[in-house]
Protein backbone atom coordinates (compact mmCIF):
# COMPACT_ATOMS: atom_id res chain seq x y z
CA UNK A 1 0.00 0.00 0.00
CA UNK A 2 2.96 2.18 0.19
CA UNK A 3 4.97 0.72 -2.78
CA UNK A 4 5.52 3.04 -5.70
CA UNK A 5 4.42 6.50 -3.91
CA UNK A 6 6.81 8.62 -2.57
CA UNK A 7 5.33 9.99 0.40
CA UNK A 8 5.70 10.35 3.95
CA UNK A 9 2.26 9.07 5.00
CA UNK A 10 1.14 9.09 8.75
CA UNK A 11 0.10 5.98 10.39
CA UNK A 12 -3.42 7.66 9.94
CA UNK A 13 -3.20 8.07 6.49
CA UNK A 14 -1.89 4.84 5.71
CA UNK A 15 -5.15 3.84 7.74
CA UNK A 16 -7.07 5.40 5.35
CA UNK A 17 -5.67 4.31 2.07
CA UNK A 18 -5.85 1.04 3.52
CA UNK A 19 -9.59 1.27 4.05
CA UNK A 20 -10.50 1.51 0.86
CA UNK A 21 -9.14 -1.29 -0.22
CA UNK A 22 -9.78 -3.38 2.91
CA UNK A 23 -12.89 -2.18 5.12
CA UNK A 24 -12.57 -4.25 7.71
CA UNK A 25 -9.17 -3.44 8.72
CA UNK A 26 -8.29 -2.14 11.96
CA UNK A 27 -5.80 0.43 12.71
CA UNK A 28 -4.30 -1.66 15.22
CA UNK A 29 -3.59 -4.24 12.30
CA UNK A 30 -2.48 -1.14 10.42
CA UNK A 31 0.05 -0.14 13.33
CA UNK A 32 1.29 -3.89 13.53
CA UNK A 33 2.13 -4.18 9.66
CA UNK A 34 3.97 -0.70 9.57
CA UNK A 35 6.16 -2.20 12.43
CA UNK A 36 6.46 -4.78 10.85
CA UNK A 37 8.14 -3.28 7.48
CA UNK A 38 10.20 -1.23 9.92
CA UNK A 39 11.92 -3.97 11.38
CA UNK A 40 12.37 -5.67 8.13
CA UNK A 41 13.72 -2.45 6.67
CA UNK A 42 10.98 -2.12 4.41
CA UNK A 43 9.90 1.40 5.09
CA UNK A 44 11.78 4.22 6.86
CA UNK A 45 9.93 5.42 10.10
CA UNK A 46 10.79 9.48 10.82
CA UNK A 47 10.15 10.87 13.78
CA UNK A 48 10.28 14.65 13.65
CA UNK A 49 10.35 15.68 16.73
CA UNK A 50 6.91 16.56 17.35
CA UNK A 51 3.78 15.49 15.81
CA UNK A 52 2.50 11.52 14.72
CA UNK A 53 5.61 9.67 13.03
CA UNK A 54 5.73 9.52 9.22
CA UNK A 55 6.74 5.62 7.42
CA UNK A 56 8.75 6.34 4.08
CA UNK A 57 8.91 3.84 1.56
CA UNK A 58 12.44 5.33 0.15
CA UNK A 59 14.81 2.99 1.56
CA UNK A 60 16.79 2.34 -1.50
CA UNK A 61 18.26 5.80 -1.46
CA UNK A 62 20.02 7.11 1.94
CA UNK A 63 18.48 10.29 2.09
CA UNK A 64 17.50 12.86 4.89
CA UNK A 65 14.77 14.97 5.44
CA UNK A 66 13.26 18.40 5.67
CA UNK A 67 10.89 19.23 8.28
CA UNK A 68 8.26 22.21 8.11
CA UNK A 69 7.71 23.31 11.42
CA UNK A 70 4.47 25.00 10.81
CA UNK A 71 2.42 22.55 8.24
CA UNK A 72 4.31 19.14 8.80
CA UNK A 73 5.32 19.23 4.63
CA UNK A 74 8.20 16.92 4.38
CA UNK A 75 10.77 16.49 1.82
CA UNK A 76 13.63 14.17 0.72
CA UNK A 77 17.19 15.79 0.89
CA UNK A 78 20.39 14.65 0.11
CA UNK A 79 22.87 17.31 1.23
CA UNK A 80 25.92 17.92 0.30
CA UNK A 81 29.01 15.48 2.37
CA UNK A 82 26.60 13.98 4.87
CA UNK A 83 26.97 10.63 3.85
CA UNK A 84 30.61 11.19 4.93
CA UNK A 85 29.00 12.44 7.89
CA UNK A 86 31.52 10.48 10.78
CA UNK A 87 31.04 9.93 14.36
CA UNK A 88 34.78 9.15 16.08
CA UNK A 89 34.90 6.37 18.11
CA UNK A 90 35.37 7.93 21.09
CA UNK A 91 31.85 9.72 20.56
CA UNK A 92 30.08 6.14 19.93
CA UNK A 93 29.94 4.64 23.18
CA UNK A 94 30.49 1.28 22.08
CA UNK A 95 27.26 1.63 19.90
CA UNK A 96 27.96 0.04 16.45
CA UNK A 97 26.92 2.20 14.03
CA UNK A 98 23.88 1.23 11.55
CA UNK A 99 22.14 4.27 10.52
CA UNK A 100 22.08 8.31 10.64
CA UNK A 101 18.84 10.42 10.27
CA UNK A 102 19.12 13.93 9.87
CA UNK A 103 15.69 16.22 10.14
CA UNK A 104 16.52 19.79 8.71
CA UNK A 105 13.89 21.59 10.04
CA UNK A 106 12.43 25.18 8.50
CA UNK A 107 9.15 26.98 7.22
CA UNK A 108 8.51 26.05 3.92
CA UNK A 109 7.65 28.45 0.73
CA UNK A 110 3.80 28.29 1.53
CA UNK A 111 4.50 28.73 5.43
CA UNK A 112 6.52 31.77 4.56
CA UNK A 113 4.59 33.34 2.14
CA UNK A 114 1.52 33.30 5.09
CA UNK A 115 3.84 34.73 7.85
CA UNK A 116 2.92 37.84 9.09
CA UNK A 117 4.81 41.28 8.68
CA UNK A 118 6.85 41.87 11.68
CA UNK A 119 7.59 38.61 12.91
CA UNK A 120 11.39 38.34 13.95
CA UNK A 121 14.10 37.32 12.01
CA UNK A 122 16.10 34.66 11.79
CA UNK A 123 19.48 35.20 13.41
CA UNK A 124 22.03 36.44 10.46
CA UNK A 125 23.77 32.74 10.45
CA UNK A 126 20.66 31.13 9.45
CA UNK A 127 19.76 33.34 7.09
CA UNK A 128 20.64 31.78 3.32
CA UNK A 129 18.86 33.92 1.06
CA UNK A 130 17.87 37.90 1.06
CA UNK A 131 14.20 38.20 2.67
CA UNK A 132 11.60 38.49 -0.46
CA UNK A 133 10.37 41.65 -1.25
ZN1 LIG B 1 4.85 24.64 5.76
ZN1 LIG C 1 12.06 10.28 2.67
Redesign the pocket.
Known amino acids: MLAGE?V?LTADAVYGRAQQLLPEISLATVYNTLNELVDMGEV?E?STGDGPK?Y?P?TTAA???LYCVDCGA???VTPDGLDRLALPTSERHGFELVDVDVVFRGHCPDCRSTEPAGSPAPPDHLTTAPPAT
Request: aromatic share 0%; charged share 30%; no cysteine.
Open positions: HHLIRDNHHHLRD
